[in-house]
Nanobody, 124 residues
Framework: QVQLVESGGGLVQSGGSLTLSCVASGRTFSAYDVGWFRQAPGKERDLVAG????????YYLDAVKGRFTISRDNAKNTVYLQMNSLKPEDTATYYC?????????????????WGQGTQVTVSS
């Protein structure tokens, strides 16, 4: 079992920055790939960024490339999402999720464990 807790969301003006953190319980977190998803009201949940267990492979949604950076510190059981140059369209609830299967980072079926989400609101 892995429990995930996100933090770091909030209200920020357009062009601002936020850093989200996802802290995992359990001693085997380093064996899990992790994804950051977001979901806005009335829209589907999309993978924003993903990182494999060693950090060797990283994925970004095209809309966030060059603005968001995902990283992990396995010693701290934590994955981060640094978000710069935020836009109103980035407004959503952000979730982290983890999984160990061999499915690609972009497959939602890969992820077995989900956090409760943290709200990010970007004002124009």
């Amino acid at each position: 079992q892995v429990q995930l807790v996100e933090s770091g969301g909030g209200l920020v003006q357009s062009g601002g920055s936020l850093t989200l953190s996802c802290v995992a319980s359990g001693r085997t977190f380093s064996a899990y790939d992790v994804g950051w998803f977001r979901q806005a009201p009335g829209k589907e949940r999309d993978l924003v960024a993903g990182i494999t267990r060693t950090g060797g492979t990283i994925y970004y949604l095209d809309a966030v490339k060059g603005r968001f950076t995902i990283s992990r510190d396995n010693a701290k059981n934590t994955v981060y999402l640094q978000m710069n140059s935020l836009k109103p369209e980035d407004t959503a609830t952000y979730y982290c999720a983890s999984g160990r299967s061999s499915l690609p980072l972009t497959s939602v079926l890969k992820y077995n464990y989900w956090g409760q989400g943290t709200q990010v609101t970007v004002s124009s």
